[in-house]
């Protein structure tokens, strides 16, 4: 068996007084799809948060790609890993978010371009051909000179999914990529997404989008208040869960 | 009766003719300015004392000219250690080293709270305070130890009072650039594997600059005005220069139209590079195309007396 692409042990993570993980343990293998749902304040998006550090954990393992994030061990000990080395696996992980978070000042070729020239010094003649062809690919390729504020949300969010996968991620995490979008926008994101999952991109996707899931996902995982309360293939989760936690939840968004 | 859809043939009704309301406190109200307007302009050209033949005769004197250059390298100097004193001031300050943003925070109180005019003075005095500066490791060996009075000149005073003076400022105008670019910014560029240099550099500081720009402008123009206090510590600026033509000639008021004259000028320029700098930074902030300098300021003029304004400062109403 191959060894898994995230492996969470034991995840806790509080802020201030509040415990939002409180223990999370999971593992999504190489290729795979995994699904997060959950009300909302479960914690879902903090985990994928603390996936690429942009969160710190408090206690238990996480690791990607068969390293520690955020920390080398020596020995028992854990030693913070420097910032340049936090920055160099972020690069390798792509992430994709609820509100697009493009860049405003940038068109959209340029917001795609902009990181791999800055951080894998690529030149600017490589990363636009390169640009241009993930935009062919999201379906815009008529996009490029506009600025975000020129395109719908749904264009935006495929530009946003572009800009990620510019940088060659062998892992991607999507906080909720349709979340913000209206409903007649929502299906052009979700074919880019299928389309990437297809092509084998190992994905972690916290949505409430279940048609995606049963469609797509190889593994859901239900989430409340900061634990795994289910996990399994999606058919088993989506269509007979076990926990009443679950159902009620179900029931209310499907 | 509610209409049925298909009894009527459908066509565009035609667009609305009606007799418009009649403002006349606008026309009262427009009339007063009018008069005073044409009252002042008639007084400053036929007023003798005015002596327009004098301003002409020393707009382009040797001396004024010179104080113009020394007015505008001390803007200049002035302003660029003051952004650069600014942007670190403001990086330091959102630090999250506490001994980085206090120590900001203490420089800022510290020039903020006491005037310009005074530091300059204290910086003219300073060979008082101490008469040699030692360069070299600190608390050990010094290297070089110039004598204060021959590195402090005037100029190198005056340069230090305003630019340091300056940055205080700058670190607040550019400390609420910085914060007015949402966080999600800065998570997008960290996801990406920029460091958090690159994110401020490349990311946060670009997008800061529309709301830093304006004010930006404003300390500029500001700073242009202000450089006309080293006359006290005898830098020959532009007011400098007219005061010694006007103190040997009593020619005082046309000497100080002509100071005028040029400090106006000069501040239309700033006007016209600050619209272009926002329009470079504005990029991407709205959904249509811009306007032209000229075109714009030309609807702001037109604006009285019209329905609907949608830009320009001038008189018209919203709606």
Not at chain 1, 59 to 84: K, M, W
Not at chain 1, 134 to 156: E, H, I, M
Not at chain 2, 38 to 53: D, K, Y
Not at chain 2, 268 to 297: F, N
Request: charge should be positive.
């Amino acid at each position: 068996m191959s060894e898994p692409m995230v492996k969470a042990e034991a995840v806790y993570k509080r802020f201030a007084r509040q415990e939002v993980l409180k223990g999370i343990t999971l593992q999504v293998l190489p290729g795979e799809v995994m699904c997060l749902l959950g009300p909302s304040g479960s914690g879902k998006s903090t985990f994928l948060r603390c996936i690429n550090h942009l969160e710190k954990i408090d206690a238990g393992r996480l690791s990607v790609d068969g390293e520690l994030v955020g920390y080398r061990q020596v020995g028992a000990t854990l030693h913070e890993l420097r910032e340049r080395e936090v920055a160099r696996k972020r690069s390798e992980i792509g992430m994709v978010f609820q509100q697009f978070n493009l860049f405003p000042n940038m068109t959209a070729l340029e917001n795609v371009t902009c990181a791999p020239i800055l951080v894998r010094k690529l030149s600017r003649e490589q990363a636009g051909s390169r640009a241009r062809e993930l935009l062919g690919r999201v379906g815009l390729p008529d996009k490029l000179d506009s600025y975000p504020a020129q395109l719908s949300g749904g264009q935006q969010q495929r530009v946003a999914i572009a800009r990620a996968l510019a940088m060659e991620p062998k892992l991607m995490l999507f906080d909720e990529p349709t979340s913000a979008l209206d409903p007649e926008l929502v299906g052009d994101v979700l074919q880019a997404m299928k389309r990437l999952a297809g092509e084998g991109m190992t994905m972690i996707v916290v949505t409430h989008e279940t048609g995606f899931a049963r469609e797509v996902a190889d593994c859901v995982v239900f989430m409340d208040a900061g634990i795994v309360v289910e996990a399994g293939g999606p058919s088993e989760v989506l269509e007979h869960p076990r926990e009443q936690r679950t159902r009620e939840f179900l029931s209310k968004v499907l | 009766m509610s209409s049925v859809p298909g009894t009527e043939p459908a066509g565009r009704p035609e667009d609305i003719r009606a007799v418009p309301v009649r403002r006349p406190g606008r026309w009262v109200a427009a009339a007063i300015v009018l008069v005073l307007a044409v009252a002042i302009v008639r007084s400053v050209v036929t007023n003798p004392n005015f002596q327009w033949g004098v301003v002409g005769e020393y707009v382009f004197d040797e001396r004024i000219l010179e104080g113009l250059r020394v007015t505008i390298e001390l803007t200049v100097i002035a302003m660029v250690i003051g952004i650069v004193l600014g942007v670190v001031l403001a990086v330091m300050r959102l630090s999250p080293n506490p001994l980085l943003a206090s120590g900001s925070w203490l420089y800022i109180w510290f020039f903020r709270g006491t005037p310009v005019l005074v530091q300059l003075l204290f910086w003219y005095n300073v060979s008082a305070l101490y008469p040699k500066i030692a360069l070299g490791i600190p608390f050990g060996p010094a290297f070089v130890h110039p004598d204060a009075n021959t590195l402090i000149t005037p100029f190198t005073a005056a340069i230090l009072g305003l630019g340091l003076n300056e940055g205080a400022y700058m670190a607040e105008i550019v400390r609420a650039g910085i914060i007015s670019v949402p966080s999600g910014q800065e998570d997008a560029a960290r996801s990406l594997g920029m460091t958090r240099l690159q994110t401020m550099a490349r990311i946060v500081l670009p997008q800061a600059m529309r709301v830093i720009i304006p004010p930006t402008g404003n300390e500029t123009i500001s700073m242009l005005k202000t450089t006309s206090l080293v006359s006290v510590i005898a830098v020959a600026d532009l007011l400098f220069a007219a005061e010694g033509i006007y103190s040997a000639n009593f020619k005082t008021i046309p000497l100080l139209i002509v100071v005028s004259i040029w400090y106006i000028v000069c501040t239309s320029v700033l006007y016209i590079g600050q619209y272009y700098l926002e329009r470079y930074y504005g990029r991407g902030s709205s959904r249509e195309g811009q306007t032209p300098l000229a075109g714009r300021m030309l609807r702001g003029m037109l604006a009285f007396g019209r329905h609907r304004v949608h830009v320009g400062p001038g008189g018209g109403e919203r709606r």
